[in-house]
């Protein structure tokens, strides 16, 4: 039986959780080959990609993009399109089709993007790749997000090379006047050049060369080099990108936690940005009371806050669920697909927070909330703390109503 594509632990098997995030994560490619040819479609048929490319095409022609070889075949040149006749005929020349951000236009894999986050908690997107036989579809280049490749009709090709830049940073906090933000990963002190029209002297030998067939994934950490290409017949596969949250991210919020405490950060530099040996001595002294300052839990919760409030629900039915009337303790409840939630605390009161709506109760709920936050599945009878069998089933139909579960069944 095909495991289900949609939880990262189905998607890396046989290699477990475990394995993946001590072995691989950010430092190895991997590979999973299947002998399954049908282990993706419950995510996207071939005959579903007429329709999601001509729905992104109509919505958005920003979304849809043909994407030929250059001349040197060191880059990819965008093939201009004003209606879909002419992405299928720059198909047909040569050129590869990619849908942007398709888990806006296709609920599958919308849904895989959102089960990603709840297992990773920062944000997942996925682009869609067809490309015809004997192309090129990705020149030798780096990506600043990890990928996973979905490999879903024929077969493509990779080379994949270790790092110039380990672990390269996708964004850098910008500052008020600078507007060029995309720019900023090659400033601070970051990589001089474009991440592409990489020679041959500089990236070395491959560390794999693969073939990927239907079915199999594959697994690049940002920063290590690869290409990629068809031979004798087309493939399409889907990128899905895991756009991390950095230390970076965490220190930046605390700092400024710790500026809107302290009114010493929110002075004015003095005029001409020299490094004086006054302005040494105060950005030391700075530098110092952050350290004393920084607070990892209030950070961490405000980052976690921000996250799950920017996630709007996927589109899951909850308009049309199930009626919360008559369930009992045996109700076997789920949290409702595509929703992200989490447990918060707001002076005195306890509750489960997400970006539709949130669920505030007294601080004796507190046991039973952070269960509920954290359990995918359970029964309602289940749920813990010292509350009453009538307030766990009040409770059951009030995370119902709001539509952050669903029924999944009834347990005997």
Known sequence: MSLSPFHLESLLAPVTLNEFFSDYWEEAPLVVSHDEPGRYRALLEISDIDFILSSAFTA?????????????????????????SELYDAYHRGSTVRVNRVHHNWKPIGELCRSLEQSFK?????????????????????????????QISGRK??????????LPLET?????????????????GGPRKARANIDDDECGEPLKELT????????????????AW???????????????????????????????????????????????????????????VFAQQANLRDATEELASSFVQSRQAVGDGTLAGSSAADIDGNTLLEHRPGLLFRFAQNGGAVGIVSAH???????????????IAKTR?????DIPGAITNNSKLSLARRLIQDGFMRIAGTVG
């Open 157 to 166: 090709s990779w080379r994949i090379f270790k790092p110039l830049v380990p």
């Open 212 to 227: 990927l067939t239907t079915g199999d994934l594959l697994y690049i950490p940002r920063g290590f080099l690869h290409e």
């Open 122 to 150: 920062f944000p997942v997107r996925a682009n869609l790749y067809c490309t015809p036989a004997s192309a090129s579809t990705s020149p030798r280049h780096y990506d600043t997000h990890d990928v996973l490749v979905l």
């Open 60 to 84: 958005d022609k920003t979304a849809v993009e043909a994407l030929g070889a250059s001349e040197d075949k060191k880059s990819l040149k965008e093939v201009s399109a004003t209606q879909v």
């Open 357 to 371: 709506s949130a669920l505030w109760m007294p601080p004796g709920f507190d046991e039973a909330l952070r269960f």
């Open 377 to 381: 599945e359970f029964r309602a009878g």
């Open 230 to 288: 068809t031979t004798d017949e087309p493939s399409t596969h889907i990128t899905v990108g895991l756009h991390v949250v950095r230390w970076l991210d965490l220190l930046s919020v605390a700092l400024a936690q710790v500026s809107n405490r302290d009114v010493r950060f929110r002075q004015a530099l003095p005029t001409g940005l020299d490094a004086r040996d006054d302005l040494k001595e105060l950005f030391s002294s700075l530098a110092d």
């Open 172 to 188: 850098v906090p910008p500052l008020p006047f600078e507007e060029r933000t995309s720019m900023l990963k090659y400033a601070r």
